[in-house]
Every structure is written in C-alpha cells, then in structure tokens.
C-alpha cells in the first residue's frame, strides 16, 4: 500500500469510525495522520518509496488504544482519556502499545523513591500528551539537570517533582532553558536583593515561573515599581512582597496597578491614600492581588453593621492600615468578633483597660458601645484572632471569675492556655493532662480551645 494511494485516505477513515470521535474530530485529525504516515514511510523524509504492506496493523487504531488502556487500567486511565491525549498528540494514533507503556513505567520507576507514582505521571502525560512519546531518559535527564543545578541553592528533587506535576510542560524543558529563566529574572534583580534561593521558592509554589520568560517576568515587577514610586514603592520592599505572593510575578502590571488605584479612588474621600495602603499591602502581600470590589466589600461590610454604633468607615480603614488582614477577611468573620467582644462588655466579663493618662474632662459617648470600638479599632490585632482564641480568653475570664485586664487580652495564647489547666487543676503543663482530670479542663482540650495540651495515653 503506498503512501500515495488511494486506498491510504480510506484505511485511515474506516480506522477512525471505529473510535468514539465526533465528525468534527476525525475531520481535524485525519490530514495529521496522513501527514505522519507520509513521515514514517519514508523515515521523515530521507528515503522516499518505503510503502505499508496491504495487512499493514500500522492503521489499527483502537486496537492500539485498548492494549493502553488496559495496561494501565489500575491507574485509571480509559480509552476515552488516551484518545483526547491523542488527539492533540497524533503520534499516539500510530505508536507501539510497548512503547508508550515503557516511557510512563521508565519516568515513574526512576522516581518512584522520591513519591512519582505512575498514576501520577499518567495525568501529568494526558494533560502534555508529548510526554507519552518522550523517552524516560530525555526527561529524567531534564529533571536531574535542573536539581543538580540549583542544589546548593536548596532545590530538592522531590520538591521540583511536586511542582512540575502541576505544570507537566516543565517534564520536557531542558535543564539550560530553566535555568537561564531564573537566573535571567535574579540577575536582573540583584541588586535590590533577590537571590535565587528565594526566587526557586517562590517558583516552588507557582510553577509557571520556571518557564516563563524572564523579560516578561522583569516587565511585570518595574511595571509595577515604577508606577508607584513617587508613592514610596521601593523595588526590595516590593520583590520581597512577590516572593511571598509568587502571583505578582507574572501577574500583569495594569492588573495590579488597577486593584491598588481602584481601591483608594473607592475610599478616596474617607482620607485612603495611595502611599497608605501600599503600605498595608507590602505587610499582607495578597492585598496586591485582589480585586478593589472584593476589599471594598469587605469594609463596607463590617461598617454598615455597626454605622448606628458610630462604627465609621474612616476610623475603620485607619485600624485596617495597623491590621491589613482586616482588608481581605470577611465580614462576617469581623462581625461575629466584634459581637462577642460586645457580648462581653455588656455582660461585665470584658472591662476596657483604663486610659494611661488621666483625662481632664469626661466625655459622654454619642454610642452606648463607642468605647468598645475605640478600644478595637486601636487594637485590631483583637478582630484578626480565630474564634477558638478569643473564646479562650472569655473561658478564662468566666472560670476564673476574674475581670479582664491588659494581660489577659494581650497574651500569646499559649500562656492563657497553661494559666487556664493550671486554674482547672492540672499544675503543669509541661506533663499530660490525665483521664480523670477535670472534666471541663478535657473538654477544653477535645473542643480545641486548649490546643498546647497533650492528653495522657489511654
């Protein structure tokens, strides 16, 4: 059967209604497969006559994708799944069953110590079907070569084999081209002290980093830098933020330039400026990234709930410059805090510390709870605690029968944890709590609100 003929063009169509394909597909597929028998009857291209004999299997299609499928049916993989990867890799349409059941075994086997399993390599392989053609040691060759190059600066090899499994392109990169990626973005950047140490941690963490152009990488950060620097943006303070928040790196600048302008034009008038909350942003890096409806929300949120208490959204943006979390929580988390603290006032448990200077004039508050919001708003940290942190405190203050002072609401948690066993009867700490404690003390520990305790083996 020559390549030329005309019984090529049927064998190949009769071949593909076999398979669950749409029109459509086997109308794309069909001059590709065309295309690569021409390329394989004449070993592409050098040597021109070679013709497919008339009971040729080259063209048996589906036998060719049950036998894959079946090999690696304990893994998951269907026919439906392997015909999609063919699809976008044609090669597969005609390569040996032993062929591709070697490279995924070969690539997995070789690093099956460090956590690759086959199943794992499977999906990385239907995602970049290239990888079911690649020879194991092409791409172990790849992924050996990038360790061995950042070695000293700390890259393991289980930790590079995590991260390409969520961008499987990275498995047949080679080790020159990702390399010179990051060392062409932290050469760049040197001088305002970017390492490679941490810039393979933040790649670590977003992928896309490793073979992203480092011209595009460098355009998004001085895109960013020079647009706010008359506002006090410097280029450490900045590359700092994007190692902890990998996503500005490749973020666009107009992206990021839009949620920093778009959030100060939206409380312009309640005195939020530029310099400000660029601040708060370099503390809590993925206020970079966030959208100016999504943050505004989240203020107004919090403030609408309390506008009759004189919760204003001025006083309450000055406390999230001090506690930029505040910006991204949500309100209904903000809220339930202020709740309880007021629960707390109203009931007595919760007394606000006493001024340091003593003021020459009382003031009568507009707002029966005005004090309570003066005392959180200059100290939001209180807002941003968990739940199970600002119940302890008021465990501690109801069993203890104690009123709270500075100390109690300042504390690191641990130390209101041990003075709280220790009231409930168990003297220290340090040894486990026993099964015939107190039994409010274990229920405190069950219920998680005593989380430094450890229970006595039963």
């Known amino acids: 059967m020559s390549i030329d003929s005309d019984s090529i063009f049927p064998k190949i169509c009769e071949e593909l209604d076999k398979l669950p394909l749409s029109s459509k597909q086997k109308e794309e597929v069909t001059p590709k497969l065309l295309e690569y028998a021409r390329f394989m ?16 299997t080259i063209f048996n299609f589906e036998k060719r994708f049950n036998i894959v499928a079946q090999h690696f049916s304990a893994e998951g993989l269907t026919v439906k799944d392997y015909l999609q990867a063919a699809l976008k890799q044609p090669a597969l349409f005609m390569q040996s069953p032993d062929t591709i059941v070697a490279n995924i075994f070969g690539v997995a086997e070789r690093f099956g110590t460090e956590s690759l399993t086959v ?29 061995k190059r950042f070695a000293k600066q700390g890259l393991t090899l289980k930790d590079y084999l995590k991260a390409i499994l969520k961008r499987p392109a ?13 060392l062409g973005v932290v050469n760049e950047f040197s001088a305002e002290g970017l390492i490679v140490r941490d810039y393979l941690k933040a790649a670590l963490k977003q992928p896309a980093l490793f073979y992203q152009s480092p011209t595009t990488i460098i355009g998004n950060i001085t895109g960013v830098i020079e647009r706010f620097a008359a506002e006090g943006l410097g280029g450490k303070d900045y590359l700092r933020a994007a190692c902890r928040q990998p996503p500005l790196f490749y973020q666009s600048p ?23 909350y660029l601040k708060a942003a370099i503390k809590q890096p993925p206020l970079f990234c966030q959208s100016p409806s999504t943050i505004a929300a989240n203020i107004t949120g919090v403030v609408e709930r309390f506008a009759e208490e004189g919760l204003t959204i001025s006083d309450y943006l000055k406390a999230a410059i001090k506690q930029p979390p505040l910006f991204y929580q949500k309100p209904a988390t903000i809220i339930r805090h202020i709740e309880l603290f007021l629960a707390m006032y109203d009931s007595g448990i919760f007394l606000l510390p006493k001024p340091r200077h003593k003021e020459e004039h009382s003031t009568l508050h507009p707002h029966l709870h005005m004090p309570v919001f003066t005392f959180l708003l200059n100290n939001p940290i209180m807002l941003c605690r968990d739940d199970s942190n600002i119940h302890l405190r008021r465990i501690y203050m109801e069993l203890s029968g104690g009123m709270s002072n500075s100390r109690i609401l300042f504390s690191p948690r641990h130390e209101i944890e041990r003075k709280l066993m220790q009231h409930l009867g168990h ?20 219920e998680g609100y005593i989380k430094s305790a450890s229970l006595e083996d039963l």
């Open 41 to 56: 009857s004449t070993s592409g291209g050098k040597r021109i006559g070679v013709e497919f004999r008339d009971d040729s």
């Open 170 to 182: 990275l498995f047949s990169r080679s080790p020159d081209t990702i390399a010179a990626n990051i």
């Open 254 to 276: 107009s992206t990021i330039i839009a949620n920093i302008t778009g959030m100060v034009d939206q409380f312009a008038a309640e005195g939020m400026t530029a310099k400000d």
């Open 427 to 446: 003297s220290d700490p340090a040894f486990p709590v026993s099964k015939n404690a107190n039994p409010v003390l274990l229920s405190l520990i069950h």
């Open 119 to 147: 199943k794992d390599y499977l999906k990385a392989a239907i995602t970049h079907p290239s990888l079911f053609c690649q020879s194991p040691a092409t791409i172990v060759a790849n992924i050996t070569g990038v360790v």
